[in-house]
């Protein structure tokens, strides 16, 4: 995140993600603005004016530092003192710092009309990691204090659910029935990395699809999950299956939720995690090195699915929770080259050593999951 002098920037995130502790550590200097502390929430609710009066005091080298306000959503009316302050005490500049716009585009608030640079903040990803250990990740998942505090899990998932995670939807989402939500979540957790059927979980949470459908909107719109919709370059779209796959933001909160233990590495619901882990390194790799390319997955309708297209279907990812890859496994795979024979087929997996296997002229990288993330942050896959 490195900012020209003068610049803005949003900076969005998922609770709990490191935000505040990353940016306290990049500007130890600069006038941080905590709304989630009480006085502070209390004095710019009463005195909205009052952040003009601080910058106005100023020196000229105070003012070369960006101003940070974290939990920015809660207080949205200060951006208009903050896009008053750009634009008449130059090189004043803000890093805005939240877990979600909703409120804010909903409330129709200024979001400074192009004037603040977009980043989202990740979990933990792979180069923050000394190694992975998919059992201690599909336990705590990445969010920094539960991923290194694995004896009090438990506890920080209990608190991240339910004091956070219900009663913030709740109160930023205006959501009235809480026991629909909360029912919601139970399904969702239980069907997220596969196809959403909307009316299937309706059923069975008593509301209708409509609802179910704004439900994971709102998820999305606070940064705790992503759709991820199939890949239509294609003739034969009649073939293909059309609803989207969503996927929870981290995967040990995922799993907690569906009360999920993780006692071994194998098995169907350890190959969902590994998919989902896998997902998560993507999403962070796109964001955090501000690539613009689209992700998608791809599923016909007699069954042949590929986890991952990049690219516009230049590179095809497939996952699988094995160290020994069957032949039967690429099916999927051979199945999208044979539709778009220029696209690269990947096969990440839990072999030992990269190797390529060759069926009918088709190759297929078969890439150990650490070298896979390894050359994926080096910038040698995408």
């Known amino acids: 995140m490195n900012l020209p002098q003068g610049q803005s920037a949003f900076l969005w995130g998922a609770r709990k993600t490191g935000k505040s502790t990353f940016l306290k550590q990049r500007h130890p200097d600069s006038l941080f603005i905590d709304f989630l502390d009480s006085e502070t929430f209390y004095q710019y609710t009463q005195k909205p004016y009052l952040l003009r009066e601080i910058v106005e005091a100023f020196s000229d080298e105070a003012r070369r530092r960006p101003i940070i306000i974290d939990e920015v959503q809660k207080i949205p009316q200060i951006l208009n003192d903050v896009h008053w302050l750009i634009e008449n005490k130059k090189p004043a500049s803000f890093i805005l710092c939240g877990s979600s716009a909703r409120q804010m585009r909903h409330q129709g608030v200024n979001l400074l009309g192009g004037r603040a640079w977009r980043y989202v903040f990740c979990p933990l990803a792979f180069p923050e990691l000394q190694h992975v250990d998919l059992h201690h990740i599909f336990k705590t998942g990445l969010l920094p204090i539960h991923y290194l505090d694995p004896q009090n899990i438990k506890m920080h998932m209990r608190a991240y659910v339910q004091d956070y995670l219900a009663q913030e939807v709740q109160q930023m989402s205006l959501i009235r029935n809480m026991r629909a939500f909360l029912k919601f979540l ?38 705790l999950g992503s759709f991820l919709y199939p890949f239509f370059k294609s003739t034969k779209r009649d073939h293909l299956v059309a609803h989207p796959k969503f996927y929870f933001f981290d995967v040990g909160i ?12 194998r098995g169907t619901e350890a190959g969902k995690m590994l998919e989902h882990y896998l997902f998560m390194e993507l999403y962070a790799h796109k964001h955090l090195n501000l690539l613009d390319h689209a992700m998608h997955y791809w599923r016909t309708k007699t069954g042949h699915e590929v986890d991952f297209i990049l690219n516009e279907g230049q590179l095809a990812i497939e996952c699988k929770l094995s160290d020994s890859i069957k032949k039967r496994e690429l099916s999927g795979l051979i199945a999208f080259k044979r539709d778009f024979p220029d696209a690269q087929l990947l096969l990440v997996c839990l072999e030992s050593s990269i190797r390529i296997i060759t069926i009918d002229t088709i190759k297929i990288k078969v890439y150990p999951l650490r070298y896979f993330l390894k050359d994926l942050w080096s910038g040698h896959i995408i």
Do not use: P, W
């Open 186 to 223: 139970d399904l969702m957790v239980l069907c997220h990395t596969e196809v959403i059927n909307y009316s299937n979980i309706a059923r069975d949470t008593a509301v209708d699809a409509k609802t179910i459908k704004g439900y994971f909107e709102i998820l999305e719109d606070m940064l």
């Open 254 to 265: 995922a799993n907690f939720i569906a009360r999920q233990k993780v006692s071994e590495i």
